[in-house]
């Protein structure tokens, strides 16, 4: 195969811009879902046929056929899949109404299902892997954040049942983000943390998104075939911290 080919959702800003912009620097096709359009840096790599997007929502299964189809007819295969499409929303869980639970789920676990499934046939025939975007608020938590948390949980339980489903033709693995500063450079510019922020973390600074998307594009290279259905916790060492009030 002369193209590699990966569909990312939720590539139009944070871990799935930096993870298009890396996966493009390797030289390799791109196709975007995202509710938002493409950011103008990307817009004449669209031109240039190295990206094909559709605007739309993740877990609109029209939508996601759009591009799945799109890319077998344009570029034959897809080599992998990153579902990083999320949404977050902190809200007690008395206002929180059954309408926004699904919206969160819908986005954030059942959008991770509908592409992998859609994806599989060619992602079988080209051996190639799946990555999952999930957050260490599946395995920790702040108040208020239970629709947030239980679809991350989920991502955590999905990637290891289809690895067990689709091995050994396809790897499935999941990286659960913690801090991430996801902000637009003008924002980090203008509102820069604090060096508290970044003391905190064991690693010295608070995560950037190219952090994530470096291990999502090692992640997925075929010399890995011996890495699936693993959690992969890149949080700064944050989870490995005793914290107590004193």
């Not at 390797?26 to 950011?39: F, T, Y």
């Not at 299964?61 to 344009?74: D, G, N």
């Not at 679809?151 to 091995?167: C, N």
């Not at 594009?217 to 699936?228: A, E, G, P, Q, R």
Request: proline share 4%; aromatic share 6%.
């Amino acid at each position: 195969m002369d193209k590699k080919t990966v569909l990312i959702t939720g590539a139009s800003s944070g871990i799935g811009l930096a993870t298009a912009r890396r996966f493009l620097d390797a030289a390799w096709q791109v196709g975007i879902m995202d509710k938002n359009p493409l950011p103008e840096d990307l817009k004449g790599q669209e031109r240039e046929g190295r990206i094909l997007f559709v605007q739309g929502l993740a877990a609109d299964e029209k939508a996601a056929r759009e591009l799945v189809e799109r890319m077998l007819r344009e570029w034959k295969d897809i080599q992998a899949l990153v579902n990083n499409v999320g949404v977050f929303k902190k809200v007690p869980i008395t206002e929180l109404s059954y309408e926004e639970w699904h919206d969160i789920l819908d986005t954030n676990l059942s959008s991770y299902f509908l592409f992998s499934k859609l994806c599989t046939p060619s992602l079988k025939k080209t051996s190639g892997s799946i990555v999952n975007i999930a957050s260490t608020r599946a395995l920790q938590s702040e108040a208020d954040t239970e629709a947030y948390a239980a679809s991350k949980g989920g991502i955590v339980a999905l990637t290891h049942a289809l690895a067990i489903s689709l091995g050994p033709e396809v790897r499935v693995n999941c990286i659960s983000p913690g801090w991430i500063d996801t902000r637009d450079a003008e924002t980090k510019r203008k509102e820069p943390l604090k060096s508290s922020d970044h003391a905190q973390h064991p690693a010295g600074r608070v995560g950037e998104p190219e952090d994530i998307a470096e291990f999502i594009h090692w992640l997925v290279d075929h010399k890995k075939s011996f890495i699936t259905g693993q959690n992969f916790v890149l949080d700064g060492g944050m989870t490995r911290k005793m914290i107590y009030e004193e």
